[in-house]
């Protein structure tokens, strides 16, 4: 059984810092790309971050230059560092793998997610 856990959401002021895991299991992590989505409310849920397995990341335009996508594939998790955030960046932050695309149904796998609240 496949099971993504996020960890490190939180509540944080605007130009703070998080840091986000997720932690992977029943699935070859390291044989697998990893992403981050994000869903705020009212909105559909966006594509944030993804690592191809040849390292190949890509970013969503908000959020270049401020979020960082890393792996370790020896403790099978994914991170997202987030930096100067901004309460725009508020939304519930999603694990996914088991896929590639920008777009949800691109993938098979999911955290429960993570809340991330930034205050002005």
């Known amino acids: 059984q496949v099971q993504l856990v996020e960890s490190g959401g939180g509540l944080v002021q605007a130009g703070g810092s998080l840091r986000l895991s997720c932690a992977a299991s029943?699935?070859?992590?390291?044989?697998?790309?990893m992403g981050w989505f994000r869903q705020a409310p009212g909105k559909e849920r966006e594509l944030v971050a993804r690592?191809?397995?040849?390292?190949?990341?890509d970013y969503t335009d908000s959020v270049k230059g401020r979020f960082a996508i890393s792996r370790d594939d020896a403790k099978n998790t994914v991170y997202l560092q987030m930096n100067s955030l901004k309460p725009e960046d508020t939304a519930v932050y999603f694990c996914?793998?088991?896929?590639?695309?920008?777009?949800?149904?691109?993938?098979?796998?999911w955290g429960q997610g993570t809340q991330v609240t930034v205050s002005s």
């Open positions: 996914t793998s088991g896929g590639w695309g920008v777009v949800p149904a691109a993938y098979h796998f």
């Open positions: 029943g699935i070859s992590f390291s044989h697998n790309a």
């Open positions: 690592m191809a397995l040849g390292g190949a990341i």
